[in-house]
Nanobody, 117 residues
């Protein structure tokens, strides 16, 4: 069983930056396609960005140009760099991993990001 350990959330003002981190504890990052999702209470979970084992990255239109996903296989960690944060980015952010061979999905517990003046 893989445990995704997330960190980096917090309360910031509009225009600020945050970096979220996610590590698949007990496993190797290069076995997984990684993605970030977010969810606002009462709404469906929304895909934010992804970084595949093949090196492909993509981001939702709502965050493109502001959010960047990256991975460091040496540190066994995937990152979501969030710049120019807006109040509408406020949500619980979840790390997701899909095993490249088995197709199994794993979710982190989530980290709260609040953007408010």
């Amino acid at each position: 069983q893989v445990q995704l350990v997330e960190s980096g959330g917090g309360l910031v003002q509009p225009g600020a930056s945050l970096r979220l981190s996610c590590e698949p504890a007990g496993s190797r990052l290069n076995l997984y396609d990684m993605a970030w999702y977010r969810q606002v209470p009462g709404q469906q979970r929304e895909w934010v960005a992804a970084f595949t084992t093949g090196g492909t990255t993509n981001a939702a239109d709502s965050v493109k140009g502001r959010f960047t996903v990256s991975r460091d296989n040496v540190k066994n960690t995937v990152y979501l760099q969030m710049n120019n944060l807006k109040p509408e980015d406020t949500a619980v952010y979840y790390c997701n991993a899909r095993h490249r061979f088995t197709g199994d999905y794993y979710w982190g517990l989530g980290t709260q990001v609040t953007v408010s003046s």
